[in-house]
């Protein structure tokens, strides 16, 4: 198998990423990842694994269980500084009616040598407020 051309930009990365996430590509998704020993992937109610064993592990039990999520990724905030770019913004996962699960995403990609790669993806449930209630969290 060929080696994935370079992603020129932070959303073709996070393109390819939620496409392979889509498919249940778990080579997609093991190429998209940078091979740095600092990444980190933290899924929902999970606690954080680092490093790209641990990272692609989870990958590989995720879509290897499913075969593909239903996903889709709704870009709230992109800021790029230098050779780091986040992207910040909602999942919503299933499909889209009341049973849907939100879930925050922080997406960290970083410009190595091989062109933009993902360097951290954090993902934490958002839990839907009772009907009519505003009160802040905090």
């Known amino acids: 198998m060929k080696p994935a051309p370079p992603f020129e930009t932070p959303d073709a990365c996070e393109a390819a990423f939620y496409r392979a996430f889509r498919e249940g ?16 992937c933290i899924h929902p109610g999970r606690a954080p694994l680092a490093g790209p064993p641990a990272v692609l592990q989870s990958w590989r039990e995720i879509l290897g269980a499913t075969g593909g999520v239903h996903v889709r990724f709704d870009c709230q905030d992109r800021t790029t500084a230098g050779s780091l770019a986040v992207h910040m913004g909602l999942e919503i996962i299933g499909e889209e009616d009341d049973q849907a699960a939100l ?3 922080t997406n960290i990609y970083e410009l190595t040598r091989s062109g933009w ?4 993806h954090h993902a934490a449930p958002v839990h839907r407020a009772a009907t009519g209630s505003r009160r802040p969290l905090h």
Do not use: H, P
């Open 103 to 105: 879930v925050t995403v």
């Open 25 to 40: 590509d778990l080579q997609s998704m093991e190429d998209l990842w940078s091979a740095d020993r600092s990444i980190i």
């Open 117 to 120: 790669k993902m360097k951290a």
